[in-house]
């Protein structure tokens, strides 16, 4: 599975950006749940948002306590891709954003041990 996000950028705290994350190499993307890390140097990746495999039933969603109410994290199988909006930025959201895969489930997305990363988008936010 390889992953391509994009969509990073500077905005100024308030505003608001829209990652992307492409999915190829796999046949069935649907069965992958999906999930969005981030980092800012020197300190540990951090989890921010999965959301589970489609099953036909509503489709399970986790944030980070931090992005709760401002991340929204969607996927679209037809497309093999994820994104996640973020609304209300602030200064502290400042990182570098990977998204991530894992057949699992969102566990090991929320854990930060996904089988699948791409490579970072960064977000500057500036205050």
């Known amino acids: 599975v390889q992953l391509q996000a994009s969509g990073g950028g500077l905005v100024q705290a308030g505003g608001s950006l829209k990652l992307a994350c492409a999915g190829s190499g796999v046949t069935f993307f649907s069965n992958y749940a999906m999930g969005w890390s981030r980092q800012v140097p020197g300190k540990e990746r951090e989890f921010v948002a999965a959301i589970a495999m489609t099953t036909g039933g509503p489709t399970k969603t986790e944030y980070a306590d931090s992005v709760k109410g401002r991340f929204t994290i969607s996927r679209d199988d037809q497309k093999n891709t994820v994104s996640l909006e973020m609304n209300n930025l602030k200064s502290e959201d400042t990182a570098v954003y990977y998204c991530?895969?894992?057949?699992?489930?969102?566990?090991?997305?929320?854990?930060?041990?996904?089988?699948?990363w791409g490579q970072g988008t960064l977000v500057t936010v500036s205050s």
């Open positions: 991530a895969a894992d057949i699992r489930g969102p566990e090991p997305i929320q854990s930060g041990k996904a089988d699948y």
